[in-house]
């Protein structure tokens, strides 16, 4: 995505269909999902809805508090007990259970095709499919970075918590959860940033690990670390001069992969939104996806008929011919929600 490669004409479309809504969707979404780093399985979410299935406002679980819990959990701990007829029974207590609509927000990128591109020439093709590429690109980062801030809240992060002896916190307690979502957070101790010559990313890690695992009622698994390509390079140079063998091997686009006590460690690159958080580590269960993101009119592109940024339309509107441009207007709705809490977390490791 963010390299250039050798132009090459698609030779299945007629120039007209540069224009078009059906083709810009397609063109945009085969440019776009190779990048969508965090749906990819074994990441963060999955895709929910398209133009077919619509989900404007999706429901989550809460208790009768109104605070989200995960799937399969219960304040009141139930289990099956031994019965015979007669006996009382343990039962599961619906009343305790309540629903929260997400509300998702609407976005839209656009690209003005003015009249010095209208004309059907091999450089006008080569300069559309440009454009095309850049709208992808720019959709792509957006779309991973909004997935990692939307479903840890902007990471965001609790001081103090439950799992004191596992990694220090900055204030001298343990590790915490965020008070909106419920995720596993903190921010090490100001003598053991990552950033600092008293790092020690190989203790870091086995600890995360143990913590991450220990979390009381519920059956978590760290099986993967997320984190910024350079950070990751950080801890495997650190590796080298400690006598651990942490090598890299790519992950295609840029990012790398290593393996650190049984858990894969993922550097990213900018555009999977990592790039505002080259300081937090995320923690991840990878046998469950925690997220759902929610999409609504995915590839609804049109025209618009001025050239003025306010204005957004969605059905195709032919330009009037004083203005003699056409503009390709991609507009979506979308959110992510976190399902499943306690199968993330957030380090913020400097």
């Known amino acids: 995505m963010a390299e250039t490669t050798a132009y090459t004409p698609n030779i299945t479309a007629t120039f007209d269909d540069y224009f078009t809504p059906s083709f810009a969707a397609r063109k945009v979404e085969q440019l776009t999902d190779p990048s969508l780093i965090m749906a990819r399985p074994g990441f963060l979410t999955r895709f929910v809805g398209s133009p077919s299935h619509v989900i404007q406002s999706p429901p989550y679980r809460t208790d009768s508090s109104g605070n989200q819990i995960t799937p399969g959990s219960s304040t009141k701990k139930r289990r099956p007990i031994g019965h ?3 006996t009382r029974i343990s039962a599961i207590d ?3 259970y309540a629903l929260k609509e997400y509300t998702m927000a609407s976005y839209a990128l656009k690209i003005p095709f003015d009249e010095s591109v209208l004309s059907d020439t091999p450089g006008n093709r080569m300069k559309i499919e440009w454009a095309y ?14 997935i990692l801030t939307e479903a840890l809240n902007d990471f965001t992060y609790t001081s103090g918590g439950d799992h004191k002896g596992y990694m220090d916190n900055e204030d001298a307690t343990g590790f915490g959860y965020e008070s909106t979502y419920g995720f596993l957070c903190g ?10 010559d008293s790092a020690d990313y190989n203790t870091d890690i086995k600890n995360m690990v143990t913590m991450f695992e220990n979390q009381q009622g519920y059956s ?8 910024h390509n350079t950070l990751l390079e950080d801890i495997t140079l650190w590796g080298t001069e400690n006598g651990h063998n942490w090598e890299t091997s790519p992950l295609g686009n840029g990012r790398s992969i ?3 006590h049984g858990v894969q ?11 505002s958080h080259t300081d937090k580590v995320v923690m991840l269960d990878n046998r469950v996806t925690p997220c759902n993101t929610y999409y609504y009119n995915k590839a609804i592109p049109g025209y618009t008929q001025y050239s003025d940024e306010a204005i957004v339309q969605t ?11 056409k503009e390709v207007l991609y507009r979506f709705e979308f959110g992510t929600h976190l399902q499943m809490p306690k199968h993330l977390g957030i380090a913020e490791v400097y």
């Open 265 to 275: 460690v993922i550097g990213l690159n900018n555009v999977d939104g990592m790039a």
């Open 84 to 86: 015979i007829d007669g």
């Open 315 to 325: 059905k195709v509107i032919e330009p009037k011919p004083e203005y003699g441009n």
């Open 133 to 146: 590429e850049d709208m992808s690109r720019i959709l792509a980062e957006f779309l991973n970075a909004e």
């Open 94 to 96: 619906i009343d305790d």
């Open 187 to 196: 921010k090490l101790a100001a003598g053991t940033y990552w950033n600092t």
């Open 258 to 260: 290593a393996n650190i």
């Open 220 to 227: 978590t698994v760290l099986t993967t670390l997320l984190m």
